[in-house]
């Protein structure tokens, strides 16, 4: 499919039909922006299979260690706000464990 002069030309025509001359720069600055989250978080996929440990199977320990709190699951993208409210929360467990060991 090759696309001429002519045919780019009545694509652009139809385009400020459509939308008008006024919101085409929205409509663009709208969809430059999606491209890059769309590719920020591709290349975080990208990253996240790249950095897969290798399974390596574990020697058994002389004595149990003490109560481990599991790790966090990734969690899909979330806002700010809500890591803040992950990490307090993570951070509120950790130190109730510390405290409970401290205690005879």
Avoid: C, H, Y
Avoid at 39 to 53: I, L, V
Avoid at 63 to 87: C, D, K, M
Avoid at 89 to 97: F, G, T, V
């Amino acid at each position: 499919m090759n696309l001429g002069a002519p045919e780019i030309i009545l694509i652009l025509v139809a385009l400020v039909l459509l939308f008008g001359a006024k919101k085409l720069p929205d409509l663009a600055r709208g969809v430059g922006r999606s491209l890059r989250i769309f590719k920020a978080e591709t290349s975080k996929m990208n990253d996240d299979d790249d950095d897969r440990p290798t399974v390596v199977q574990a020697q058994p320990q002389a004595q149990p260690a003490p109560q481990q709190i599991p790790p966090a699951a990734p969690a899909p993208a979330l806002s700010a706000e809500e890591q803040a409210r992950q990490l307090e929360e993570q951070a509120a467990r950790l130190r109730a464990a510390a405290q409970a060991d401290k205690r005879p």
